[in-house]
């Protein structure tokens, strides 16, 4: 992401705010088509959580991206910007009745269950409405994504999905059931995978149950791999988007997709990361005896992630192009753990510096808080910068 072209803009802005590149959220999108249009029968779900802007939805919907949805929020939101229904998918291991009405009055694509009490409770609001919901069963493939153990999702341990060994009675109970019917499998192994042979674990894994699923007479329509694919946090500039070529490979060489079967992968980091980052204005620089702090007008209340799961966020100063020296980068909370980066390595810093935290588009604003009953952060784009 070409930054620095922005920052006489930037200067004239009150920070912090989130910014986001069209150019390369273009560029970003079109690749992803690109490779997953390799794969038969396949669809590319924005995971709405990462990042529900409105512009950035809007460009899902033309590049023909359907929903992961995981709240009725999200449903509604998808619904009012003019996404398909078909293209629609609801995960979640706590949907309330409430969201599961949303979601039936909207006769959306299909329902990704992690429970036996949740396929009960959607076949009975189901049958009230008078309808008959689609079920894709969520599957904890017990698979280690190699990832940060706060965002591990596809092992025995976690909440998430239904255990391999109660696959088969929960299908044949699905299937007995009058107003649920079986649809497809949905598995979903972690956040910010960058280690493929998870990918190809899971591959091999499908391939298994699908084998015993067949010899069952089990038909499976559609087969829902999640998300999950990382992007390159330490050199975002190098990587400005992520691999969707290699990513995509891993599923047309290794996954055995019967014939008719539909392919879905629900992609939130991959679509949203790069080309968002957050904007903000460098308070004071305090020496301290041992160390010195570049303090900003953003905290976690704006970005969370370093806080939440030690994530780091690469920082640049847009403003000053002197030695490099050693700050610790901190927000203004008063909470310790209101730390960007400790020991980063930055151009020497004033007072009035403009500070990008890069690959910011992804769980950053989604997550913001008025915590200190701070002002909820903004959001600008590329294109209203333009305008102005
Ligand atoms: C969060 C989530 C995703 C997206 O995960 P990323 O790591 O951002 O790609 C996909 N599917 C489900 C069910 C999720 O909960």
Do not use: W
Not at 160 to 172: K, S, V, Y
Not at 208 to 228: A, F, K, P, Y
């Amino acid at each position: 992401m070409e930054l620095k072209k922005y920052t006489e803009q930037f200067e004239r802005l009150e920070t912090p705010f989130y910014f986001y590149d069209i150019d390369l959220l273009k560029k970003t999108f079109a690749e992803a088509k690109l490779h997953v249009q390799t794969i038969q029968n396949s669809m590319l779900h924005l995971a709405m959580k990462a990042n529900y802007n409105e512009t950035i939805l809007r460009y899902a919907q033309q590049a023909g991206f359907g929903i992961d949805a995981v709240s009725g929020g999200e449903i509604l939101r998808a619904d009012q910007l003019g996404f398909s229904h078909n293209k629609i998918v609801f995960a979640g291991v706590g949907k309330t009745d409430k969201e599961i009405l949303i979601a039936l009055d909207r006769d959306i694509l299909c329902f990704n269950v992690e429970s036996i009490d949740e396929i009960d409770v959607i076949n009975n609001l189901a049958g009230k409405r008078g309808k008959n919901a689609s079920l894709a069963i969520r599957i904890n493939p017990n698979i280690d994504p190699h990832t940060h153990k706060n965002i591990t999702t596809g092992l025995k341990e976690n909440k998430f999905g239904i255990e391999l060994e109660d696959l088969i009675p929960t299908i044949l109970k699905v299937q007995n059931l009058p107003n649920v019917n079986y649809y497809g499998l949905h598995f979903h192994i972690g956040s910010q995978i960058m280690e493929y042979s998870c990918f190809v674990s899971l591959c091999h894994k499908i391939n298994e149950i699908q084998d015993t699923l067949e010899s069952l007479g089990i038909h499976t329509h559609s087969i829902n791999i999640g998300g999950g694919l990382g992007v390159d946090y330490e050199s975002p500039q190098e990587h400005p988007i992520p691999d969707f070529k290699g990513y995509f490979n891993i599923f047309k060489n290794n996954l055995k997709l019967r014939p008719g079967q539909t392919f879905h992968c629900e992609l939130g980091r991959a679509l949203t990361a790069q080309y968002g980052a957050l904007i903000s204005r460098v308070i004071f620089v305090k020496k301290a005896r041992t160390k010195q702090f570049a303090i900003l007008d953003a905290g976690f209340t704006d970005l969370i992630r370093p806080s939440l799961y030690q994530a780091h966020h690469k920082a640049i100063n847009l403003t000053s192009n002197k030695p490099q020296e050693t700050y610790d980068i901190v927000g203004p909370i008063c909470e310790t753990t209101d730390t960007f980066e400790e020991n980063a390595t930055l151009p020497q810093t004033q007072r009035g510096d403009l500070v990008a935290l890069l690959s910011a588009g992804a769980y950053g604003h989604v997550m913001a808080s008025q915590y200190n009953y701070r002002e909820l952060i903004k959001e600008i784009t590329s294109e209203q910068l333009k305008k102005s």
